[in-house]
């Protein structure tokens, strides 16, 4: 498989499923990028500096509960269970869940090998008593599990509201292939931000250092670099907007003049004033939350807020709904 990014820029192959989204998205009305296509190596440096921004409330909220919830979970968690992370693992919490919950073993689920076998080697010396097994995959589909892990109860972990960057329908088409990776009677430790004011949403996505602005405006410099791209990365800007109807921040990148550019060879043009639709993130009430997980096959046994009520941490279990008549 074709990496999206290369350690050596420019000369690195085209990822045909890059390319592919790029030239439909440009063509599409409204233009539209897939959100997974932001985190080129530069693209996870400017993540990674969002997260500790006075403004972006979601991690340091998340960590925060992790850390106060730790012994009502743990007691919920079977002994000698096996944590099963989507995601690689690379960030602050996943040392903070391997802490408290103690478990036999630990999987964390990556599509990049690289990264994921960074993280994976540092958390196995950092936790010697944890059977560290890291798995190469599309989380997105129903995956084996390594057979080492087969009898032990599971947890899955999803935390960073990351599901929050799906439309409804393809959120719960991921917790159901959850649900078939992990098998009835799993655990699923999921973090879901939740609706709030449009003062604290929107400067959580349009900072005052400006480093969701180069975020999203990175999206430009990867499709020039890697898809031979002459698009004028300075006549767009970053745009955050609350979008009420649907509970959910969507980021744009606009133009500020009419812009004519190539990519791959092929010609677009922009007008001043429209748009480029690069992301979602999908805010859920209390109730929206658990009906999602319902609907995804799992459901709610507790859940954890923050003081704020900003954030929660859901755990559920893969059971069929009791009472249904
Ligand atoms: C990684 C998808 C959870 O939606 O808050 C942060 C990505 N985008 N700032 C989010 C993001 C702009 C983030 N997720």
Known sequence: MLKPENEDGAASLVDPQFRHDVLTGLALRPRAIPARWF?????????????DLPEYYPTRTEIGILDACCADLAARVPAG?????????SSAKTPRLLDCVKPAAY???DISGDFLRESAGALAQAHPGIDVV??????TRPLALPPAIGAMPKLGF??????GNMLA??????????RASLGEGALLLIGIDRIKGEDVLVPAYDDAAGVTAAFNLNLLHRINRELAGTIPVDDFR????WNDSRARIEMHLEAMRDTAFTVDGRAFTIPAGETIHTENSHKYGPRDARLLLRGGGWTPLAEWTDPADRFALILAEAQPERFAP
């Open 39 to 51: 985190y080129d190596r530069r693209g996870s440096e400017l993540f990674e500096a969002i997260t």
């Open 81 to 89: 269970a096996a944590v099963v992370e989507f995601g690689s693992g």
């Open 107 to 109: 999987v964390p689920i």
């Open 134 to 139: 890291p798995l190469e995959g599309d989380f």
């Open 158 to 163: 999803f935390p960073g509201s990351t599901i």
């Open 169 to 178: 329908a393809g959120a719960v088409d991921l917790l159901r292939s959850m």
């Open 238 to 241: 970053h745009r955050a907007i």
